[in-house]
């Protein structure tokens, strides 16, 4: 009695050991370059730096707004018009710090930078303003 064993992958298409060095060094090398294309920045996608600048706006106005003696409804209604300020000043729509903001979401490490250098520069502000309100304090 004799056993055959049929090829267990012969519907695999058969590469010669150097095409398959070839292909595999290919493969490497596009996926190589489809991982270092990513750098280049999509047109009007604000920078980090404006980014930066945008968000302490909003984070102030946000405060400001939450400093003042009104119900919640009230202050759903005037952070907008304090949100919209904040996009003047820097030049933009709402809508290109949104699209801005979906961008950095996809890029973790540089949205990372971003809130790193936002909670430093807030850190700042709020080291200067107590300063500031200490110097007024002191009797001279």
Known sequence: MSVTFAPMFRDQVKIPF????????????ITLLAGCGGDQQPEGILSEKQMVSVMTDLYLAEEKVNNLSVPYDSIKELFPMFSERAFRKAGISDTVFRKSLDYYMGQPQQLE??????VDSL????QRASAHKKKDAAPE
């Open 18 to 29: 150097g095409r398959k060095m070839v292909l595999f060094i290919l493969t490497g090398f």
């Open 113 to 118: 930078n971003i809130y790193t250098t936002l």
């Open 123 to 126: 850190n700042l502000k709020a």
